[in-house]
């Protein structure tokens, strides 16, 4: 039987599981007219949900259901930022729905649901919570990509989403069942992270742990989007609606990082000399494929999907280093990606208008000379992708980097110095788009009158640049989360 | 004011930005005039840093905020000589700067006057910065400006060139990072006074050294990785050019000085005499390049990799006649003339391209081809241009051949063929200056570009009459300036002489 402990503990899921049933009926009884309430019902409710995660944040870490869930400082921080984003995307895609006539409550629920699948699965203590939260947050992703069912792309990108990322979540079961068989022989069998975390030390079958923890790897690397699992990002991000690419870019990959740290580090950080090289691997792969081929792309949303690999290479470098350290760091480094993506989706998204998406590179054509305000926010997006002093990217990059030669990975540091500044290039030829190019004949640009957009898209781009000047409290906070 | 005098002179012009920026495009006499009383009022503040007493301790005013606590990064900044001089160069030229673009910038000139003031407060910084992770930053962050200054105001072919600045810079900057951050391992702080104490291994300092000189020779630039330099000038539009030539090659000996020399004494002794070839190519091999060039701006910008060779001539000598020969009067004396060598630099050559940029106002050409007889339609411009020229080439008189002489004599004590080369300068600077004055100034006017040149507008002269004092005053009596400098020299020559295996 529950306790009241539990369902405390649970508390910011439940209100959300709850909220997200109200916003159904409400879309379905509220009158038409009334109908664009929802947009300010929706963010209210997630901005609740984030006062209930901070509020109710125990000192210690908080464990529910006997450990299926887990409420730590992690968790808490993970969530906070997938929740804050996700109502930055709600501002950011009011305007754009409308345009394409795709404003509804199911764009709400499904957006609510997938936040609350990120949830579950930064705060999962067992390998089942993780897949649970990890469907909960795919099923609406599908759902979210294939939103804008009469186009020609979004369908598509949607089948291989789902059938890319079903092949994935099978080999992450797959390997999570080796684990579990692996943790019976020679002792209980269990599915519990922190058990798990010792397994080795007993199990008679040391080969088919590993051989589960590679399986497992393939299902984060995945989720991460990162080289040689890569290979749907692009395609899902180009299909996507620009809002629901936003979220994917920004918020998925916050959960990506809970589900790698929960089952490398919580679940198998004594096997860390195995997954270690393995990380490495990966994220050198990520940072010279995602940078190279970032390059030659001439749509700004496919550009972003190669940045996007490369930077999740970046946050592998942290992850690697296996190290409390290290874990800030990717942490950091995650919630840094998470809003430079965003202040750069969101730039789209404001000159984005019904029939034109903004989403070739070179429709940002002498930006500077339309809507000096919006070149100048992307500018701070792009340098900050860059990694240039004194924005936000350039710390984070720090950070990774002091905690790979920290770890005696000089040459991935190394490594990843010099992939950023090949992905210098795409960066800087943006902001030369935007700059130092003339608009071309007839090109009309429109920027978005929606005031909550501007404000919000101003506040996210400038706190890249705050952010940069004092990065001290996150970090330090970060830090916290893990112990430092 | 005087307990945060430092970061006034950073931030004034940083935070004056941002109202240059929203006086809009709309207000542009606005955006001129609030940039131009914002690097007049910073130039006034800097005045105060001469209050730098030579004989006290060698840091001074020094300024300590706590940053990054987790991190143990301390924003703190101070100065010794070197650096008061250069942040008076960097204030001193930016007010030229500004008001040599009053007119000529006609394409938002709010952004472009933001620009500038944004470039003016980084360089401060990088020269006061005394933690190694804020001077990074600094050093880093001057890029940004000066890549929408190359890219939006530039010539025809600058995207070329400031995506090639960009990329060049930066590339030497990030190993740069990585040996920072290894120090930061050993020493669990980036504070430069901690590092230069910190003990390592001749291994350890061989990498090290090697990560700063990449970074610092490219923005120096030293050859080979100059090639940057003469695209970036050439596209630069004639402000760009000037910060350029002025204070921004500068960070790159600036930043050798602060970083190599005490952090790693002895595989700079051990690797000088890489730098030390390097710089005597640079030298003799730049000049001829110099010689051959068609382009005034391209002329002037390897004249200025030539000049830089000097400088980091200077600064190296100073390790093999220490190290080698026990000689710190004569490495005093090298190093001293290097750091004139730096300032002097900074005048003459912001000089000669805020001339370049004079007549390329007029006639849109900077071929020389396209010159000849010049000083018959602007004599008074003659005047000017023949003074920078002669500085140029350093004659005695002018600020010029103060840092040259110095470096020179000293050479003199490490190795007489060093000095042999190093003197070549005389003859192929004089050769390429004077050549070029020929072309361009002397003779009757035989191209239609030169006959529609009108004289100067006062505003020009007094530009030019600005640097024109800055030049004879160094070279007339540079005394105070190597004062001012002196203990610093001296407690650097100390630094490198210390072993730290």
């Given amino acids: 039987m529950p306790t009241l402990y539990d369902i405390l503990t649970l508390l910011p899921e439940l209100y959300l599981v709850a909220a997200v049933c109200l916003i159904l009926l409400l879309d379905a009884f509220m009158k038409p007219a009334q109908r664009p309430q929802l947009h300010w019902i929706s963010i209210a409710v997630l901005l609740v949900a984030i006062y209930l995660v901070v509020a109710g944040q125990p000192e210690q870490t908080a464990t529910a259901f006997n450990g299926m869930f887990v409420r730590d400082h992690v968790a808490e921080i993970l969530k906070v930022f997938a929740l804050g984003i996700t109502a930055v995307v709600f501002v950011y895609a009011r305007p754009y729905m409308i345009d394409r006539k795709l404003f509804g409550g199911e764009f709400y629920a499904l957006m609510i649901f997938a936040a609350l699948g990120v949830m579950v699965m930064v705060s999962a203590g067992n390998l089942v919570t993780i897949y649970l939260g990890l469907a909960l947050l795919s099923l609406s992703s599908y759902a979210l990509v294939a939103l804008n069912r009469d186009a020609r792309l979004p369908p598509e990108a949607a089948i291989k989403y789902f059938v890319l990322s079903a092949l994935a979540s099978g080999m992450l079961l797959y390997g999570m069942s080796m684990v579990y068989g692996a943790s019976g022989m020679g002792g209980t069998p269990t599915l519990d992270l922190a058990q798990l975390h010792g397994v080795m030390a007993y199990t008679t079958a040391p080969k088919l742990l590993l051989l589960g923890l590679i399986f497992m790897l393939v299902g984060i690397g995945f989720e991460l989007g990162v080289a040689p699992f890569h290979m749907w990002l692009p395609d899902v991000y180009h299909g996507a609606p620009t809002p629901v690419t936003t979220f994917i870019g920004a918020v998925s990959k916050l959960a990506a990082f809970g589900l790698a740290w929960r089952l490398l580090e919580v679940g198998m950080g004594d096997l860390s000399h195995y997954w270690q090289p393995m990380l490495a691997a990966l994220a050198t792969a990520s940072l010279v494929i995602g940078n190279l081929v970032a390059i030659v792309q001439t749509n700004f949303k496919r550009m972003m999907a190669y940045s996007t690999i490369s930077h999740m290479g970046y946050v592998l470098l942290g992850l690697s280093a296996a190290t409390p350290e290290g874990y800030s760091a990717a942490l950091f480094y995650v919630i840094c990606y998470a809003l430079m993506s965003a202040a750069a989706f969101g730039v789209m998204l404001v000159l984005a208008r019904a029939g034109f998406e903004c989403e070739e590179i070179s429709d940002f054509k002498g930006l500077n000379q339309k809507a000096p305000w919006m070149a100048f926010l992307m500018l701070l997006a792009m340098f900050s992708l860059a990694g240039v002093p004194p924005l936000f990217g350039f710390w984070a990059k720090v950070l990774v980097l002091e905690a790979a030669i920290h770890a005696d990975m000089l040459w991935l540091a190394i490594v990843g110095v010099v992939t950023a500044f090949i992905g210098l290039y795409y960066y800087l030829y943006v902001i030369k788009v935007m700059y130092f190019d003339a608009p071309e004949e007839g090109a009309v640009v429109e920027v978005k009158t929606d005031t909550s957009l501007r404000v919000v898209l101003s506040v996210n781009a400038l706190a890249l640049l705050a952010l940069g000047l004092y990065w001290g409290p996150l970090l330090a906070w970060c830090q916290r989360a893990f112990g430092v | ?501």
């Avoid at chain 2, 905020?65 to 008076?88: C, E, K, P, R």
């Avoid at chain 2, 000529?104 to 709010?110: A, D, K, L």
């Avoid at chain 2, 980084?122 to 190694?132: P, W």
Wanted: aromatic share 12%; charged share 10%; hydrophobic share 55%.
């Fill in chain 2, 1 to 501: 004011m005087f307990n945060h005098l430092l970061s006034l002179l950073i931030w004034l012009p940083i935070v004056g930005a941002v109202p240059v920026l929203l006086a809009g495009s709309a207000r542009p006499m606005l955006a001129r005039w609030l940039a131009l009383l914002i690097t007049i009022a910073t130039f006034v503040i800097s005045l105060w840093l001469l209050r730098y007493d030579p004989e006290g301790s060698v840091m001074q005013l020094q300024e300590t905020h706590v940053w990054i606590s987790t991190w143990g990064v301390h924003f703190t900044l101070a100065v010794d000589g070197i650096s008061v001089a250069l942040i008076l160069m960097t204030t001193f030229v930016g007010i030229l700067v500004i008001a040599g673009a009053w007119k000529v910038i006609q394409n938002r000139p709010h952004q472009y006057m933001a620009c500038m003031l944004l470039l003016e407060g980084l360089l401060i910084g990088v020269f006061c910065a005394t933690d190694a992770l804020v001077f990074y930053a600094f050093f880093e962050a001057v890029l940004i400006p000066m890549y929408i200054l190359i890219g939006m105001w530039g010539g025809p072919r600058r995207v070329y060139a400031t995506l090639k600045l960009f990329i060049y810079t930066f590339t030497g900057s990030v190993f740069m990072l990585i040996a920072l951050l290894y120090l930061y391992q050993k020493a669990h702080t980036f504070d430069l006074a901690t590092l230069a104490a910190l003990p390592l291994t001749m291994k350890e300092q061989a990498w090290l050294f090697f990560g700063f000189l990449i970074a610092f020779a490219i923005k120096v630039p030293m050859v080979p990785v100059h090639t940057w330099l003469p695209d970036a000038h050439v596209e630069a539009p004639t402000g760009g050019s000037v910060w350029l030539a002025a204070v921004m090659l500068k960070i790159g000996t600036y930043g050798m000085v602060r970083f190599i020399l005490p952090i790693t004494p002895d595989a700079g002794a051990h690797f000088a005499w890489i730098v030390i070839v390097l710089s005597l190519v640079a030298i003799v091999y730049i000049g001829y390049v110099a010689l051959v060039q068609e382009d005034m701006k391209k002329l002037v910008a390897y004249s200025s990799v030539a000049h830089m060779g000097f400088v980091t001539l200077g600064i190296f000598m100073a390790f093999m006649l220490v190290r080698e020969g026990g000689n710190t009067d004569m490495a005093s004396l090298g190093m001293q003339g290097a750091m004139v060598q730096m300032i002097s630099h900074g005048f003459v050559s912001g000089a000669m391209f805020t001339c370049i940029g004079v007549m390329y106002d007029r006639t849109h050409t900077r071929q020389i081809k396209d010159y000849g007889g010049v000083i018959n339609m602007m004599p008074w411009f003659g005047l000017f241009y023949v003074l920078f020229a002669m500085a140029n080439c350093g004659l005695p008189g002018t600020s010029g051949f103060v840092g040259e002489f110095m470096v020179i004599l000293a050479s003199f004590s490490a190795s007489p063929w060093i000095a042999l080369f190093a003197t070549f300068t005389l003859i192929i600077g004089a050769g390429y200056t004077l050549w070029l004055v020929k072309r361009v100034l002397w003779g009757p006017v035989t191209t239609e570009h030169v006959k529609h040149m009108t004289p100067m507008t006062p505003r020009e002269t007094w530009v030019l009459i600005g640097f024109a004092v800055a030049v004879l005053a160094i070279g007339v009596w540079p005394q105070p300036l190597i004062h001012l400098m002196d203990s610093s020299v001296a407690h650097l020559v100390q630094q490198l002489a210390v072993h730290k295996i």
